[in-house]
């Protein structure tokens, strides 16, 4: 199961652009990478995922760069809703064995 | 399209007492999963399913049993709660191996 290693916290400011990295050296060529959003007392929602390059959607990007040992979650102009923990997952080849590692804490400030 | 929905939302149990936490799902996922998460931590996976009649065990299986004999429904069991399952625990069921999860609300579950 690929380990992925991301930093405990980050704070920012409205309006801000957050960008999040995270470690997985040991992904398999099969794995693909997702990012979950989680707020307090509730359970983990998806925000994107990828396999390579860039990917876009209407709340994020994710850039992985050709290695990819690591990808980086990027969240433009932020507000103070975004303040949450966020996951990044590396999908495991055997199944459903997916593994979340402690998440970031982004606080956004006013 | 209810999602994943999971039952009861809180419990409190005494140590030694058996209980079946619920999950159930709308959406024809083949894979199930069960994950706790404690205080300040991330998710932990339980027990999973890749589709009914098919189990296996996650990170953390010890303590906890599980069976999955339609696609809808995946129960986790405590057979003997003890303080140590103080914990969250997270439904989660996605389309397939590719596919993002989608997540219940949860079940917050302590034992004295």
């Known amino acids: 199961l690929a380990k992925t290693t991301q930093p405990i916290s980050m704070d920012s400011y409205e309006g801000q652009e957050v960008n999040i990295t995270c470690s997985h050296n040991?992904?398999?060529?099969?794995?693909?990478i997702t990012w979950y959003q989680q707020f307090p007392s509730q359970g983990p929602r998806f925000i994107i995922q990828g396999y390579k390059t860039k990917v876009t959607n209407e709340v994020a990007s994710l850039f992985i760069p050709a290695d990819r040992k690591s990808s980086t979650l990027s969240l433009p102009r932020v507000s103070l809703s975004d303040t949450a923990v966020y996951y990044c997952?590396?999908?495991?080849?055997?199944?459903?064995?997916?593994?979340f590692g402690g998440g970031t804490r982004v606080l956004v400030k006013p | 399209n209810a999602g994943v929905t999971q039952t009861p939302k809180f419990q409190v149990l005494k140590t030694g007492q058996s209980m079946t936490l619920q999950c159930a799902q709308d959406m024809n996922h083949e894979y199930m999963s069960w994950y706790r998460q404690d205080p300040g931590m991330g998710l932990r996976l339980i027990h999973y399913?890749?589709?009914?009649?098919?189990?296996d065990q996650g990170e953390v299986p010890n303590g906890y049993n599980v069976s999955r004999s339609t696609t809808e429904d995946f129960p986790l069991r405590l057979l003997s709660a003890a303080p140590s399952q103080t914990s969250v625990y997270f439904c989660a069921s996605r389309r397939d191996r590719e596919w993002p999860q989608h997540f219940g609300d949860g079940t917050r579950l302590s034992i004295l």
């Open positions: 399913s890749v589709g009914a009649g098919i189990t």
């Open positions: 040991n992904i398999a060529t099969n794995d693909y």
């Open positions: 997952l590396v999908a495991g080849a055997a199944g459903n064995k997916l593994t």
